[in-house]
């Protein structure tokens, strides 16, 4: 089944410790998305990949950076991971018609 | 700035009820308003919505827009224990990839 694919599920990272989380893809989608979600709150856009340019939201702190090497995979590395990024980061992919479809998400604990 | 707000924030029915979830938008150049339920984990597409007065529907759920008043509602109808999630409304517009999310309404089906 085409669907998106995220790893790993569950993270578990040190204070200040680099994290990278991936996304897969198989359903050839142009646009791929980071979301953080914390508790009660709605997705929150960190960047997105229109093919291989890059958009990053004007909040997305300078600790999230973003790589995306091919159309099927994207990365989201935090390179000193506080306490205030411990949450749900969601992969979402898009194609023609703008339906944003979801991965299972990563939930990141920092200790 | 482009604002998606969803009400009630919460709701808790009894099992067979039927409820009508609200969401309002103010998006430039709008595109298309989307509807997710979102569980304890990442949020799964229900409909995407672009014309006025067009139902669409999927078993007990249905969703409407109206780009006049610039809203949506989503409504259940023989609700289910299974029926409780948050559910996202988001809104998107031409000229960018990018959902504007509401914070969700909670809806909780008491047995």
């Known amino acids: 089944d085409a669907m998106v694919i995220q790893n790993p599920r569950y993270q578990v990272t040190q204070f200040g410790k680099p994290v990278t989380l991936s996304c897969s893809q198989t359903l050839n989608h142009n646009v791929m998305y980071w979301y953080q979600q914390k508790s009660s709150q709605a997705p929150k856009l960190l960047f997105h990949y229109y093919d291989k340019d890059f958009n990053n939201e004007a909040d997305t702190p300078d600790n999230f950076q973003s790589r995306r090497p091919n159309t099927s995979f994207c990365f989201l590395d935090i390179r000193s991971p506080g306490l205030g990024d411990a949450a749900m980061y969601l992969c979402?992919?898009?194609?023609?018609?703008?339906?944003?479809?979801f991965g299972p998400g990563t939930r990141l604990t920092v200790t | 700035e482009d604002k998606v707000v969803q009400s009630p924030l919460s709701l808790v029915v009894h099992e067979g009820d039927t409820v009508t979830l609200n969401c309002s938008y103010e998006v430039t150049n709008f595109r298309s308003l989307l509807w997710y339920k979102q569980e304890k984990k990442a949020p799964t597409f229900l409909f995407m919505l672009t014309s006025s007065g067009i139902e669409k529907k999927s078993g007990r759920l249905s969703s409407i827009l109206d780009k006049k008043e610039l809203f949506s509602i989503l409504n259940i109808t023989a609700t289910q224990t299974g029926d409780s999630a948050v559910y996202l409304c988001?809104?998107?517009?031409?000229?960018?990839?990018?959902?504007?999310f509401g914070t969700g309404t909670r809806l909780t089906i008491i047995p």
């Open positions: 988001a809104a998107s517009n031409f000229g960018n990839e990018k959902l504007t």
């Open positions: 979402a992919t898009s194609g023609e018609t703008y339906e944003q479809y």
